[in-house]
């Protein structure tokens, strides 16, 4: 059975006295009640272990009723017709008659509310928000937490090792660079030292992200996504003094952008994923990122695209999210039909510190699968890392953006082909 559908969900680490310092554990589950951890001993220092009952089996199974329905149940997106009238929306909409603005390129479903006109016009902005007549069915953080075992620190935890020069016996094997490849899954990937991710998959070495500018001269970077994608392109502009052509942001943090640097010839985009967004904003500061990529007219070795969708979306039956990462699946292979030597990056999504962080493992495990047989992909997985430094919000602070960009960037830096 697929591990998301463990009796439990657990994290395990062993952490050093010196934060953030610590090496992420594998948890197995035996099916017979028990469960074993085990990590690579990979410093000779002193930790102490803990692991964390992150939801129940009975929270994940309130977990899952939950996303059984194809919508954000008491939440609603309204929308303003060119014609001036308001009407509601969604990704499934029961009420009848209705306006369909699905995406007819690759069937995303799309479905408001018929205004009094009954004219369908074009939507100008949508913005999101609650149901004035539905209370949100489900809230696992405010109003079941106390009914499960969640986010509980489990008894025997706090045991406390010392790992002598002479245990430290872990040897990886000599990594090569950080290259774009679709590989097998690997746990745990690396381990925080020295307020350092150090992975144990390939020799990252980027210090800064200003490392960076000498490697990607003469390259282009798309990146695709929700506000947290958008962070990384954001840092990426002001370490290396790209300049900004678009739209003013505002409010509207998903309008599109382009950003350059004409002496080093490095150009990076940014668009959005296609509804659901809770932002505001009209259909141009959406758009699909399978059109995005079909849109794509020259590309090539020097071409790096990464996305990432999950946020907006994780509220929702996950055949919404299926659907979603099948169409961008089939448009990746399309792009590789072009352009057989872009390479291609999904960024992971990461521990949030709350019982909603199994949506997004959950998540995780789906686009491997989908997406594990196409050359120049690479899944790149921050699960490992948001575990020794776990995020308490959608949007990470300053300091571990920069520790998770650098992995993502020692992969754009890459000299090995």
Not at 48 to 74: A, H, K, N, Q, Y
Not at 179 to 206: D, E, I
Not at 297 to 305: C, M, N, Q, S
Not at 361 to 381: A, G, T
């Amino acid at each position: 059975r697929p591990h998301f559908f463990s009796l439990d969900f657990f994290r395990g680490l062993f952490y050093s006295a010196i934060t953030p310092d610590g090496i992420p554990c594998v948890v197995t589950d035996h099916w017979n009640g028990t469960y074993s951890i085990t990590a690579p001993l990979v410093q000779a220092a002193s930790f102490t272990l803990e692991v964390l009952l992150v939801s129940s089996l009975e929270g994940i199974s309130e977990l899952v009723e939950f996303t059984g329905t194809r919508r954000d149940v008491g939440y609603v997106y309204v929308a303003e017709l060119e014609s001036g009238e308001t009407v509601h929306c969604n990704v499934d909409i029961s009420a009848y008659p209705r306006c369909d603005y699905s995406n007819p390129r690759n069937q995303e479903p799309w479905f408001c509310t018929k205004p009094a006109s009954g004219v369908c016009s074009r939507i100008t902005n949508i913005v999101f928000d609650q149901m004035p007549d539905e209370k949100p069915r489900f809230s696992f953080e405010n109003e079941t937490k106390s009914k499960y075992e969640t986010m509980s620190v489990i008894k025997g935890s706090g045991v406390d090792i010392l790992v002598s020069e002479s245990k430290a016996t872990y040897a990886p094997p000599v990594l090569k660079d950080c290259v774009v490849k679709n590989r097998k899954h690997v746990r745990p990937n690396g381990y925080m030292w020295g307020g350092r991710w150090v992975s144990l998959t390939c020799a990252n070495t980027l210090q800064s992200v200003r490392d960076t500018r000498n490697c990607l001269k003469d390259k282009v970077v798309y990146f695709f996504g929700d506000s947290t994608i958008r962070m990384y392109s954001f840092l990426l502009a002001s370490q290396l003094n790209l300049r900004f052509v678009g739209p003013n942001s505002n409010s509207i943090w998903q309008n599109p952008k382009t950003l350059y640097n004409l002496g080093y010839n490095i150009t990076t985009y940014y668009r959005a994923h296609g509804p659901p967004l809770q932002n505001p904003g009209g259909p141009e500061t959406r758009p699909y990122i399978s059109d995005s990529l079909d849109g794509i007219r020259v590309a090539g070795k020097d071409t790096f695209i990464i996305f990432n969708i999950g946020a907006h979306l994780h509220k929702f039956g996950p055949s919404i999210f299926i659907h979603r990462m099948q169409g961008i699946r089939d448009a990746v292979l399309r792009l590789l039909n072009r352009f057989p030597e872009t390479r291609i990056i999904y960024r992971g999504l990461s521990v949030l510190s709350t019982p909603l962080e199994w949506y997004f493992y959950r998540y995780d495990v789906i686009v491997r699968d989908i997406f594990k047989d196409i050359d120049n992909f690479m899944f790149l997985d921050f699960w490992d890392l948001t575990t020794v430094v776990p995020q308490n919000d959608y949007h990470p602070p300053p300091y571990l953006t920069e520790i998770k960009s650098l992995v993502l960037f020692d992969y754009l830096c890459m000299q090995s082909t």
